[in-house]
């Protein structure tokens, strides 16, 4: 790899700054300029930039854990859920507390997490592993055999 390059996928120090800059802008042009490219060539060049395989995929790729990062996913979702359901988290809820003659003052607590929103998350889990529902599955790899009178013996 060359000395100039800065990466796995092979982008010079100023690809992957314009690369970067495009990420947050969404704008080539101003992306080009911020990455110390000439101001001249921003915009045509800026364009051809995104047209390039390495670059391409490493904004494909960037974006893509950036999107990751942000969204919660199913485990993270469960765990949390059961964490509300067991009373292990909390919130901050304000308190006022009397000062005498007509003072007072209002102050954040930590509290436990009410009953409601520990039943509510209860039952989104219970929900998931369906444990309310009172329908039946009938999906079923059973085979069944009709057999008419005249096959049967006495």
Do not use: H
């Amino acid at each position: 790899m060359c000395p100039e390059r800065s990466d796995i996928y092979g982008l010079t120090i100023k690809q992957k700054k314009f690369a970067d800059e495009y990420i947050i802008s969404g704008n080539a042009t101003e992306a080009r300029i911020k990455a110390g490219y000439s101001k001249k060539t921003a915009r045509s060049v800026g364009s051809e930039n995104l047209t390039k395989p390495d670059i391409k995929t490493y904004i494909e790729e960037r974006m893509a854990e950036i999107d990751s990062q942000k969204i919660a996913d199913q485990k993270e979702v469960m765990e949390y859920l059961t964490s509300v359901m067991r009373g292990n988290e909390t919130q901050e809820q304000l308190i006022t507390i009397g000062l005498g003659e007509g003072m007072s003052r209002a102050e954040a607590v930590e509290v436990a997490v009410p009953a409601r929103e520990r039943i509510k998350a209860a039952e989104l889990l219970g929900k998931r592993y369906s444990m309310w529902t009172d329908k039946v599955d009938q999906n079923s790899n059973a085979s069944v055999m009709i057999v008419g009178e005249d096959e049967i013996e006495d």
